[in-house]
């Protein structure tokens, strides 16, 4: 069993900043890169940022410069720093976590529930 839990959104004025947390625990053998995606209503899910297992990270480009993606790997915890929020930045934020849960076999994607962000005056 793996679990995959996002906390902090929430309501936020243009401009202003909030930090999403994603956590995983269970039964993880190897965790390989986690992504956050974002759904506006009425839009298609879209990736936000990633970052692999090497460290590596990569962005949408309509949050670079804005947004940072880190971990703390002794937590198995994945933040993603919203700084500037924009109005179009409101959505619901999902967590992807690719886990292998065995020595054997390949990571497939565990998603969290998902945590609301409104930017708005």
């Known amino acids: 069993q793996v679990q995959v839990v996002e906390s902090g959104g929430g309501l936020v004025h243009p401009g202003g900043s909030l930090r999403l947390s994603c956590a995983a625990s269970?039964?993880?053998?190897?965790?390989?890169?986690t992504a956050w995606h974002r759904q506006a209503p009425g839009n298609q899910r879209e990736l936000v940022a990633r970052i692999h297992q090497t460290g590596s990270t990569n962005y949408a480009d309509s949050v670079k410069g804005r947004f940072t993606i880190s971990r703390d790997n002794a937590k198995k915890t994945v933040y993603l720093q919203m700084d500037s929020l924009k109005p179009e930045d409101t959505a619901v934020y999902y967590c992807?976590?690719?886990?292998?849960?065995?020595?054997?076999?390949?990571?497939?994607?565990?998603w969290g529930q998902g945590t609301q962000v409104t930017v708005s005056s």
């Open positions: 992807a976590v690719q886990i292998q849960t065995t020595p054997v076999g390949d990571g497939r994607d565990y």
């Open positions: 269970g039964s993880i053998f190897m965790i390989y890169a």
